[in-house]
């Protein structure tokens, strides 16, 4: 064993060893030189202990937040694509046009029923009680005082003086089909205060007053509302929704009503439509009875025609149609616009499983009404039950099947 150098090694506190470790293992002071604490490598890691770490950090003061802006910063805003802002122009007219097509819409009609005339047609007393659903009396004037000369010799009216009717029927509208029913011109009936006539000598007497008071009497049935049609203003209508069509089941030419129209369906305008509805001579079967008849098809196919969407899309067609059916009419004092509007669907839906269309039940050509079938007749219309009206009693001119 080699012998230890003298004065002992560090752990006895040797003085040769004080300049390391102090005397007593203290660490000098001053300039002495102090022991060098051994670094870790750079490749080592160390953690600090969690205590450690928050005792170093704990007498640390901590930076205050940055304060955040006065303003925020707006978002940039996605740049706008041409076609969007095109899009958006358009959408905008669009939504302009289609108010002003809402406005012309409503305006038209309302500025038409204010031309419309009114009359007073009914009487004070005597009148059947209120019934169910709604009947129009519907006349068609033969009064010349609406149409100049020029108009009376295009349309073969002729300068008849007085005020007759051309035309009478009832539309009855209700809980079952609608009732379109011709009155002939010349059925008899008893006039109050003028005995037995035709009945369109009771418009003559009286107007529409007497006229309505008569065929109340006769038929039990209460009038709710009156409308006239002129021969000015039913031209007017027929030529607004750009004519119809007429199916006569023979040939008619009558110089007089200024018509030479051949046998089956063919287009015809106001004054070719007026003519076929008036005509009666060129009838030699039903006569009178006939041309209720055909009074019947064309104020449907006017009806027909004048539902046709094209009348709401074509602003030309819709005002001419208002403006034709204001000089058409006049009507009776009370009824209201939202009446008339019924009454003009009501007219486009009297054919086929949406209506009937019947001559009042009649005995014979001179033209008397079959007392027993035709008040059946009035007892289902006075019922508002005109769903169960047999087809044998509602026939096109009045006599049975």
Not at 110 to 135: I, M, N, Y
Not at 200 to 214: D, E, H, I, Q, S
Not at 238 to 259: L, R
Not at 358 to 376: H, I, K, L, T, Y
């Amino acid at each position: 064993m080699a012998d230890r150098p003298q004065g002992g090694g560090p752990e006895d506190g040797s003085p040769e060893y004080h300049w390391l470790y102090g005397k007593k293992g203290k660490q000098p002071a001053g300039d002495e030189t102090r022991a060098i604490p051994q670094q870790p490598r750079p490749d080592e890691t160390r953690v600090m202990p969690a205590a450690q770490r928050e005792a170093r950090t704990s007498g640390r003061q901590t930076p205050p937040p940055a304060a955040p802006p006065s303003t925020p910063p707006k978002p940039a805003k996605p740049a706008r694509a041409s076609g969007g802002r095109r899009f958006r122009f358009r959408a905008k007219w669009l939504w302009a046009v289609l108010a002003l097509w809402l406005v012309f819409l409503v305006t038209i009609p309302l500025w038409a029923w204010s031309k419309v005339d009114k009359v007073d047609a009914f009487p004070q007393a005597d009148r059947p009680d209120e019934q169910g659903g709604t009947t129009y009396l519907m006349v068609g004037s033969d009064s010349r005082g609406d149409l100049t000369a020029a108009e009376r010799k295009e349309l073969g009216t002729g300068d008849a003086s007085g005020n007759r009717t051309d035309t009478i029927m009832m539309l009855h509208t209700g809980d079952g089909p609608n009732l379109l029913m011709s009155i002939p011109r010349d059925s008899v009936v008893d006039i109050p205060g003028y005995g037995s006539e035709k009945v369109n000598a009771a418009y003559a007497y009286g107007g529409p007053k007497l006229l309505v008071r008569t065929l109340e009497a006769e038929t039990g049935i209460r009038v709710d509302h009156f409308v006239e049609i002129g021969f000015g203003g039913f031209v007017d209508l027929v030529d607004a929704v750009g004519g119809i069509e007429v199916c006569p089941p023979f040939p008619m030419d009558d110089p007089q009503a200024n018509i030479n129209l051949k046998k089956g369906c063919q287009e015809v305008d106001g004054p070719t439509a007026l003519g076929y509805a008036r005509s009666r001579k060129t009838d030699q079967q039903y006569g009178d009875l006939g041309r209720a008849a055909r009074q019947r098809e064309v104020v449907s196919a006017i009806g027909s025609e004048a539902v046709s969407p094209w009348s709401v899309l074509n602003p030309v067609r819709y005002y001419n149609l208002n403006m034709a059916g204001a000089r058409a009419v006049r009507v009776s004092e009370g009824t209201s616009p939202f009446a008339m509007a019924q009454w003009a669907l009501a007219m486009t839906r009297v054919n086929g499983e949406d209506g009937l269309t019947c001559g009042v039940p009649v005995a014979d050509f001179a033209v008397n009404w079959d007392q027993e079938r035709s008040e059946q007749m009035f007892q289902y219309i006075r019922e508002d039950d005109t769903g169960s009206i047999p087809n044998k009693l509602c026939t096109p001119t009045g006599f049975p099947r």
